[in-house]
């Protein structure tokens, strides 16, 4: 990799979306019946993934971002999100991008069903890399969001961040085989940030996921030993019980305000991106936490992957405990 610059502290924030999709979202007017034929309510279709996610949130909240992502400069995908105000950095993709299709039912029940993407080698994934590495030299926090294309070696996040030292602050949220490799490399792959959900952490720490999830304490205590490896901050996000927040200095937990459920689709990107905002703004750990779980539950009451804006938030309706 070239070498680059310590990024500016108020620099915008850069995502990855290594494996983007188009999400189309579709709106049952009942509970799903297998092997039935059903008239739908509504669909939808949104250039999407985690990372993109993140900066159409940034871009509604008024702050600059770029997203990286394999992709043509020409294609629609990148298009659509240049046309909401968001700058692209493209690199050479493997193949078009894959679509995601996610059912939801009025109560608020979400099922997904996503394409697996083209297959990448490491070709495809060095230009990423540095189309990434790049872009984050301007910035004040890269993000490294969702899952890794078929042909990725799961330590391609763990990679990026040893990468990124020195250049930019580094928020990782991913899965499976991509977040055991990170976990698995700490210290060296330490991120400033790690959002995982309940069951996520408890996939890399040894607990259990039902547990973690209505238990804070038992999350933050979890969280900890991931604190206590290198990693920056740990925001665990733990469905509708809200999230928990841990770092070196303590631990706290925010319980989700009372919403109405219509979509959870995009409601963790969104609450990783309200800490990021949070951050930005200067704000102590307890109220980063206060706007992050306010982000997600917004997102939760809208429809499809529809992001907050200012008038869904009410961060004043987060009460924040501490844990230690």
Not at 62 to 68: C, N
Not at 137 to 148: C, K, N, Y
Not at 184 to 208: F, I, M, Q
């Amino acid at each position: 990799m070239s070498e680059t610059t310590v990024s500016a502290a108020g620099g915008p924030i850069v995502t990855l979306t290594a494996n983007p999709s188009f999400d189309r979202t579709v709106a049952l007017p009942g509970p799903l019946e297998r092997g039935a034929v059903v008239r739908v309510e509504a669909m939808t279709s949104q250039a999407g993934g985690k990372g993109v996610n993140i900066s159409r949130a940034a871009v509604g909240a008024g702050l600059t971002t770029v997203a990286v992502l394999p992709a043509l400069p020409d294609d629609p995908f990148v298009r659509e999100l240049e046309a909401a105000g968001i700058d692209c950095r493209t690199a050479t993709p493997a193949g078009a991008v894959r679509v995601n299709l996610t059912l939801t039912e009025p109560d608020g029940t979400t099922t997904k069903l996503n394409g697996p993407g083209a297959a990448v080698d490491a070709e495809h994934l060095d230009g990423l890399a540095e189309t990434l590495v790049q872009a984050a030299a301007g910035g004040s926090w890269t993000v490294l969001a969702g899952s890794l294309p078929p042909g990725a070696p799961a330590a391609f996040y763990a990679d990026l961040v040893e990468w990124l030292q020195g250049v930019s602050r580094v928020a990782v949220d991913t899965s499976e085989w991509a977040l055991a490799a990170l976990v698995d490399r700490l210290p060296d792959s330490a991120p400033d940030l790690l959002k995982p959900n309940a069951e996520e952490l408890a996939s890399v720490t040894g607990a259990d996921g039902g547990q973690l999830e209505t238990d804070p304490y038992a999350a933050a205590k979890a969280a900890r030993t991931l604190v206590d490896r290198g990693v920056g901050s740990v925001l665990a996000t733990l469905g509708g019980r809200g999230a928990v927040l841990a770092d070196a200095a303590g631990a706290w937990h925010a319980p989700a305000p009372p919403t109405t459920v219509v979509s959870t689709v995009g409601a963790g990107d969104c609450t990783l991106f309200g800490y990021l905002l949070a951050e930005q703004r200067g704000l102590a750990a307890p109220d980063r936490l206060a706007l992050a779980v306010a982000y997600g539950s917004a997102a939760a009451g809208l429809p499809g992957t529809t992001i907050p804006g200012p008038d869904d938030l009410h961060p004043e309706r987060v009460s924040v405990q501490q844990l230690d």
